[in-house]
């Protein structure tokens, strides 16, 4: 039984009063997280905006960013058509015990809250995109028929995006301009696409689509539909980030923080829902394989500004942050 259907919200959703979005909001209309354009102006220009942002909020969107518009509408229509199937054949997917990949819904009134925990009001899907030696075409949706297709065509594109904003992001950082890349893993970066699927919510000013995280990623890059719901922290805050046609979010990860010693912080952000329409969104999560170790950069680890994190393998860094256990 679909929760989303009924008209009044489970107590499971309702987060404590000191988090609910509807009280903890800052609406403030000059706040606005930056536009960066990265095809018409000069390199050092770029290097600098990104360097800014990456450090005072740790989170941009990017415009001109080379992916056709065409294709990430496509993109939409069919990760769209796929949550609209009926519950059953979304389940064919469903997460295996252990896998991140598949399909996972916390709106199915089956689904118990674990002890005490909250839910999110959204459903979602992961999967591998790249490289091609990571992908499990398991995971991938059949219905629609284009699905692959698409998926496929758009990774392409999202390869050379990230490679653009790993060479930039080093050079902001003082780097050689293929360094970041490379600490994160060079060609065996890994592109894990998730889609959340956030229906209309009885009671928004109460529920998250997704709760306050940081993702475990070196970067994330973003694309939504046309309802807000992104909301990041800043100096304690909670702001709205604006809908920008035809941007890609980007999102600074756990890793980049960890690589760059602090000096760029991972955005701490959470997803609020509507109570009309469905909100969409399609984060693509640019992680180290598994066995990669990542550490501050020597040279941004100094005698004057010593390394603030431990150097370890991704899977260990994501065994500790899912388990919620100390770095
Ligand atoms: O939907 C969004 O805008 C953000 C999603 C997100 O934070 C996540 O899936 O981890």
Known sequence: MDISKETIIPSDYIWPENEQPGITTVHDPGFRVPVIDLENQDEERLVKLIAEASSEIGLFQVINHGIPSDLVEKLQRVGKE?????????????????????????????????????KGWSSHIFHKIWPPSAVDLTFWPKTPSSYREVNEEYSKYLKIVGDKLFKYLSLSLGLEEHELKKGVGGDDIEYLAKINYYPPCPRPDLAFGVPAHTDMSAMTLLVPNDVPGLQISKDDRWYNVDYVPNAIIIHIGDQIEIMSNGKYKAVLHRTTVSKERTRISWPVFLSPPSEHIVGPFSKLATNENPAIYKSKKFCDYAYCKLNKIPQ
């Open 82 to 118: 796929f949550f609209e199937l009926p519950q059953h054949e979304k389940e064919k997917y469903s997460k295996l015990p252990g896998s991140v990949e598949g399909y996972g819904t916390t709106l199915q009134k089956e689904d118990e809250a674990k002890q005490g925990l909250k």
